[in-house]
């Protein structure tokens, strides 16, 4: 057996400044010179003693380096005879260009994207929202997110060592959040639904695919509110499904709106509250009108409440699903109530229907992680959520009320500013004719992140006007951030 030539420890260099362990720089270094050859396979590593000797090191410190070596596959230890480098390492596993190996010649390459990769890419996407950014339309306030209490019980669920969270069987997960999803909509939305209706992804977006892929054939008419949530409408075109945008105005959808195109549609998507991007809310008649249309056409109805969580004040109406849990798909999400950082969302669906939409998720994966899905069960179980919600709508309150005072003293004149019972946003409309492209682009460059209202239009009309943010601002920053806002709006008329 080949000897460690002694000498090389004199390379070994131990930073005890450094934030870094002890025994992980040694480990590093040891490992790093493995990989390199510098220990050559076969060879013998020093005595753990001899080595914490020459480095000033505890002995306890190399065993942890020599003992994480081995569990990596870069050494062996034999029984009375010492440590040996192993003479496989776990990088040869690794693929290697071999030499003499030419790259396939590029004229043989010949990468095209689909036809339905090609629509997508056409499609006019508004930019993700900037959380660093005031004035974040629909980002809730991060600083307000309750850490502590998700380590707390993150740390105690890891220390449980369950299998349950760490496995193929999302089912398992799923239903032990769903529980807690089915009380929470019972206590505070009427809706009655058993936990295996509810099924968890990451977000509305998905619900919306995995509804479309459940309900709906290719070439379908999907009734969609205009403005809309282009990311579910790119959704359902993507899906080759026809979308027919309807014109909305201060009291939300209106089904007699859609004309012709509602006798054919296989279904509607509405948010009835604060509805994203325009800011209305259906009003209780046409609420009615929408379910007598789908029960009389069997048409679906696509509702999404991400908004609903978080409401301070106003008269609160049932939802779409309370009143007709058989035609409505029921949509809710986390990521505004808490942080969009989860990715947690849900979709309720009638139980008859829940076996083909388990096998959907199942063949889509459209699945949200079951150690987060557990903290969030977690966090519900111990009332916090409730907790945390009251208290953030308070929060939102305070923000809300700062932010409408201040755009009516100063923009009241040119603009429509409405009152703000929930969400996270607040759209003001132009009363005259406005560059909202232009002037968001301009706000974007001064710190804000101020979308226009016109991008998410699809019919002929295109409203303008900008979709203002509270939540991830302070009542501090408000003042500041709509002087900013009305100087750029006057530099840019």
């Not at 000897?3 to 090389?8: G, T």
Request: glycine share 6%.
């Amino acid at each position: 057996m080949q000897s460690f030539n002694y000498p090389s420890w004199n390379r070994i260099t131990i930073d005890r400044s450094s934030n870094r362990s002890l025994n992980e720089q040694l480990f590093e270094q040891l490992r790093r010179w493995i990989c390199d050859g510098v220990i050559a396979s076969g060879m013998r590593l020093p005595p753990t003693r001899t080595l914490a000797e020459e480095l000033s090191l505890s002995r306890n410190t190399v065993v942890y380096a020599y003992d994480r070596l081995a569990t990596e596959g870069y050494v062996a230890s034999r029984i009375g005879a010492g440590t040996y480098v192993e003479a496989r390492l776990p990088e040869d596993h690794n693929p290697r260009h071999r030499p003499g190996e030419a790259p396939v010649p590029i004229a043989n390459r010949r990468p095209a994207l689909s036809k339905r990769a090609q629509a997508l890419m056409a499609m006019c996407l508004p930019p993700e929202r900037i959380e660093t950014l005031d004035l974040s339309a629909g980002v809730p306030a991060l600083s307000e997110f309750p850490y502590d209490e998700f380590a707390q019980i993150a740390s105690r669920r890891w220390r449980e060592h369950a299998s349950a969270h760490t496995g193929y069987d999302y089912s398992r997960g799923a239903m032990l959040l769903g529980s807690h999803i089915a009380a929470y909509l019972a206590e505070t939305k009427a809706m009655a639904c058993r936990p295996e209706q509810i099924i968890v992804m990451g977000n509305t977006v998905q619900a919306a695919a995995l509804v479309s892929h459940v309900l709906l054939d290719r070439g379908d008419v999907v009734l969609v509110e205009d403005p809309c949530h282009i990311l579910e409408i790119g959704t359902f075109e993507a899906l080759d499904l026809q979308t027919v945008p309807v014109p909305l105005d201060r009291e939300g959808f209106d089904i007699i709106l859609a004309g012709e195109a509602a006798r054919n549609a296989r279904m509607a998507v509405v948010s009835p509250l604060e509805q994203w991007p325009f800011g209305c809310t259906m009003t209780p008649e046409r609420r009615q009108r929408l379910l007598e249309w789908s029960a009389n056409t069997s048409g679906w109805i696509f509702e999404d409440d991400s908004n609903g969580e978080i409401r301070w004040s106003g008269e609160a109406q049932p939802t779409l699903h309370a009143r007709d849990p058989h035609h409505v798909m029921y949509t809710g999400s986390f990521n505004r109530m808490l942080a969009p950082g989860l990715r947690l969302a849900y979709l309720v669906v009638p139980p008859d229907l829940v076996e083909g939409f388990a096998q959907a998720q199942r063949v889509f994966s459209f699945y949200a992680p079951l150690a987060d899905q557990a903290l969030v069960a977690d966090f519900m179980d111990q009332g916090r959520l409730a907790s945390h919600l009251r208290r953030m709508r308070i929060v939102y309150r305070e923000r809300a009320a700062c932010l409408t005072q201040c755009l009516r003293d100063g923009l009241g004149h040119d603009f429509d500013i409405p009152d703000v019972h929930a969400g996270l946003h607040l759209t003001i409309h132009a009363r005259n004719a406005f560059d909202d492209v232009a002037v968001s682009l301009a706000l974007l460059r001064r710190g804000l992140d101020c979308p226009p209202l016109s991008r998410y239009a699809r019919g002929s009309v295109r409203p303008a006007g900008l979709i203002l943010g509270f939540g991830n601002t302070s009542v501090r920053r408000i003042p500041r951030c709509v002087d900013i806002l009305i100087r750029t709006i006057r530099e840019c008329s």
